[in-house]
């Protein structure tokens, strides 16, 4: 199955629960990047973690004031 980005790039993961993990990727799509933060599900079948329809793609230009937000709230 080909992947829908042109480019990606794992930079952590997040262990959600046994059949659920959050995965963050720095992605590419026709020239623009993203960070994508999406929820992975396990296929038993296929041994492996597929992306789901839960997440969202933030534009890199957005990702200096993501940051800022996440700073505060702790």
């Known amino acids: 199955m080909a992947s829908f980005w042109d480019k990606e790039e794992l930079c952590g ?4 629960n046994n ?3 959050i995965q963050i990727k720095k992605v590419a799509k026709n020239g623009k ?8 599900w396990y296929d038993s079948d ?3 973690y ?10 890199m230009e957005f990702f200096s004031e993501l940051k800022q937000i996440l700073l505060n709230i702790e």
């Not at 990047?33 to 992975?40: A, G, M």
């Open 13 to 16: 993961k997040i262990k959600k």
């Open 46 to 48: 296929e041994d492996l």
């Open 19 to 21: 059949r659920e993990e």
């Open 50 to 59: 597929k992306p789901s329809q839960k997440g969202l793609a933030i534009p």
């Open 33 to 40: 990047d993203y960070v994508d933060i999406r929820t992975f």
